[in-house]
């Protein structure tokens, strides 16, 4: 699979590099096409279609730089024998647009991902290209499908291993048939998807958005929403989707989801629990029924000729239906606007008067009606519902009363005057009570593990169509966590199915085999996951008198253009970055900063992010954090693509050394 071939593999490479380059000129050819395709429109004014062709034609410019196929398969069942498969859409316009490359999104290009011993689809080969940094094709590996042992292609195991820096990347060519399935689900599809650390949860949801927005046209206009948990993260992920082509992805860390300028403040984790349970959602709705009010005066319209009077009695009748209903207040307001406004004109005509449209408008924005609806939904800011009800121990216990006991309601007794991160969910479930918030056609979250019954029902209510849910119950460690996916099903509110991915392509099976010792303590429920690699020698664990001086001693012998990260435990994470920078060692504290010898990850905040080496310093250490101390060390080790290096000084712990 390389440039030393046998002549005739040489020759094919040849003509392997040719059809490349037809592919390139074809694609030149279509951008000035489109390019004189639009001068030609801007003489006839037709400016919707020239703003169509100049984006088609600026959509080519920016692929240009990657290769433009990265598969080929021959078939035995199609009119077409030879198909490419490359990240967009490639025509010859000098032969009536004949396809030269297929799209990745096609039903055709699924079988490429598809096709296997079991069920070869038809197709006989599947062939991968290698190219060099400047895109150069300079090798390629066959698949033979028919009578392959399903293991992994040189190729896709060189991709998995290629060294990694900076954010992460797309695996459009080398999807997986278990990953491929949930990217094809379908827009009316709720996927909740469970996968150990590795399995490509995050690649695959973001690639089932570039997928679905391929599909169906209409999920442009309603749009899409990635949800990740933080701001590194959201960073980390970004670049994924422009790389498929979809630039109109909106991308917002949890945080940011509901509230875009708030920074949220700390609060003790127990409190945080009961603010995330799936009770405050009775209890808000408590607290907003006791915000609803009566009319208490008869509503005089005088604008009209003869007057009308309305009885605060038949106001209430109106709005019977209304208050209590999970309808918006801004919605309900403008039905009972509606509902008063026919009863007026009806009460008009009794009258042999048969008033105009432009006359009843007009009586809809007399003060008298707006002011009799605003007696029954007064305007309130969210903030000041959710102050009330932290601060005013009488609100409190009227809405919580049989809901939350004394001591937890003690609890929410606010002692800041500023929102913490479970209060903006609150603030969302009650800005639910006033109005519908923008949704989008699809929405990716990630880290779904750690949402609260409160997130997800923020999350739940943003979708139109559907939505795609990844986590990993092992690695949960949030206080609030909804705890299982049918939990997570419930408080989303959208029917849906749990999928499983179980084979991890990130994490070597040595590595893996260790970290899966802890899931009987962590997520005894969950299978354990099973690497599609092995790399023997690629866990060790040294016991050394001083870690950090270990650690320096490691990288100074050991430097690597591989990247490096060193997951400590939160609270040590000053001292390490001292300690390493005091001896010359550069330290980033996130993945953008790529030019450094190490990135230096808290366990914290160490979920869904990857390096090929990376050192894990005093696993007892992390296991003490508190709770979760399991389930963060478990994260910790499973962050390493290529090894994984323990270091530390107290004894190891059991799981480690079984
Ligand atoms: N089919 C594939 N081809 C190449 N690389 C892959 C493939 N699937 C996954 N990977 C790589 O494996 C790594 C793990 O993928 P990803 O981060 O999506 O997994 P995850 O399930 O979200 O993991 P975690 O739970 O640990 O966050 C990524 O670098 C991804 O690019």
């Known amino acids: 699979m390389s440039g030393d071939r046998a002549p005739a593999g040489r020759a094919e490479l040849e003509a392997e590099r040719a059809h490349l380059t037809y592919a390139v000129d074809c694609l030149r050819r279509s951008r000035t096409e489109l390019l004189e395709m639009a001068e030609r429109a801007m003489k006839t004014s037709d400016d919707e279609l020239v703003i169509w062709l100049l984006r088609r034609a600026q959509q080519i410019e920016q692929d240009d730089g990657l290769p433009l196929f990265f598969g080929r398969m021959e078939l035995d069942d199609s009119d077409v024998e030879t198909v490419y498969v490359g990240r967009r859409h490639v025509g010859d316009p000098r032969r009536d647009g004949e396809i030269v490359v297929t799209d990745w999104r096609t039903p055709l290009a699924a079988r ?61 060519a080398t999807i997986q048939p ?3 399935e949930i990217v094809r689900g379908g827009l009316a599809d709720t996927l909740l998807i469970q996968g150990g650390p590795g399995t490509g949860k995050t690649a695959v949801g973001l690639h089932r958005a570039a997928y679905l927005l391929f599909e169906h046209s209409t999920l442009h206009r309603r749009g899409v929403l990635v949800v990740g948990p933080n701001d590194v993260f959201v960073r980390y992920i970004a670049r994924v989707l422009p790389a498929l082509g979809e630039t109109d992805v909106r991308h917002v860390a949890l945080e940011q989801l509901t509230a875009p300028k ?28 006791a915000k609803i009010g009566a009319p ?37 307001r403008a039905h009972l606007t509606d509902r008063l406004v026919d009863h007026i004109r009806r009460r008009l005509e009794l009258r042999g008067r048969a008033p105009s449209d432009a006359e009843m408008r007009r009586v809809a924005r007399t003060k008298g009606v ?29 809405a919580a009363e049989g809901i939350l006991d004394e001591a937890e309601r003690g609890l929410l007794a606010r002692a800041s005057t500023k929102w913490s991160a479970a209060d903006l969910y609150l603030l969302d479930e009650i800005s639910a009570h006033l109005r519908e918030p923008d949704r989008h056609g699809h929405v990716v979250v990630d880290e779904a593990q750690d949402l609260s019954a409160l997130q997800l029902r923020a999350i739940g209510r943003r979708c139109v169509d559907s939505a795609t849910v990844l986590g990993d119950m092992a690695q949960r460690t949030t206080p609030w966590a909804a705890g299982s996916w049918d939990a997570v099903r419930e408080h989303l509110g959208l029917a849906s199915r749990v999928l499983t991915l179980s084979r991890s392509y990130r ?36 016991h ?115």
Not at 370 to 383: G, M, N, Q, S, Y
């Open 112 to 172: 490429f991902y598809r096709a296997s011993r079991a069920e070869p689809m038809g197709v006989l080969r599947k062939r991968r290209f290698g190219f060099a940094e400047d895109g150069a094709l300079t090798s390629f590996d066959d698949e033979p499908v028919r009578g392959a042992d399903g293991g992994l292609s040189a190729l896709v195991r060189a991709e998995i291993e290629r060294p990694r820096f900076g954010p992460m990347r797309d695996i459009v």
């Open 262 to 289: 708030r920074a949220p403040v700390a609060e003790p984790p127990e409190v945080a629990r009961i603010k995330g349970d799936a009770r405050m959602v009775a209890v808000v709705s408590r607290a907003m029924a």
């Open 544 to 658: 050394v008198p001083d870690v950090p001086a270990a650690l320096i001693a490691a990288i100074t012998a050991d430097p690597t253009p591989e990247s490096t990260g060193v997951i400590v435990r939160d609270d040590q994470r000053a001292q390490v970055r001292r300690t390493l920078t005091t001896h010359g060692i550069t330290v980033a504290d996130s993945l953008d900063d790529t030019g450094t010898d190490v990135t230096l990850i808290p366990a914290g905040l160490a979920k869904g992010l990857e390096f090929d080496h990376v050192y894990v310093l005093e696993p007892a250490d992390i296991i003490d954090t508190g709770p979760d101390g399991l389930r963060l060390l478990y994260i910790a080790l499973t962050r390493a693509v290529s090894r994984l290096t323990v270091l530390h000084t107290r004894d190891l712990p059991e799981v480690l050394t079984a």
């Open 507 to 542: 994490v070597p099976a040595e590595v893996l085999a260790v970290a899966n010792r802890l899931l009987p303590l962590i997520a005894p429920d969950l299978p354990p996951t099973r690497s599609v690699r092995h790399a023997p020698g690629s866990f060790t664990t040294t």
């Open 370 to 398: 707006r002011a009799v609806v605003a007696a029954i939904w007064p305007p309130v800011k969210p903030e000041q519902v959710l102050r009330e009800l932290l601060s005013d121990p009488a609100v409190l216990a009227a």
């Open 178 to 180: 278990d990953q491929d």
């Open 296 to 332: 208490t005066e008869d509503l005089l319209i005088r604008e009209t000729s003869p007057f009308v009077r309305v009885s605060p009695e038949t106001v209430a009748d109106l709005a019977a239906d209304l208050i209590g209903s999970r309808v918006a207040w801004d919605r309900a």
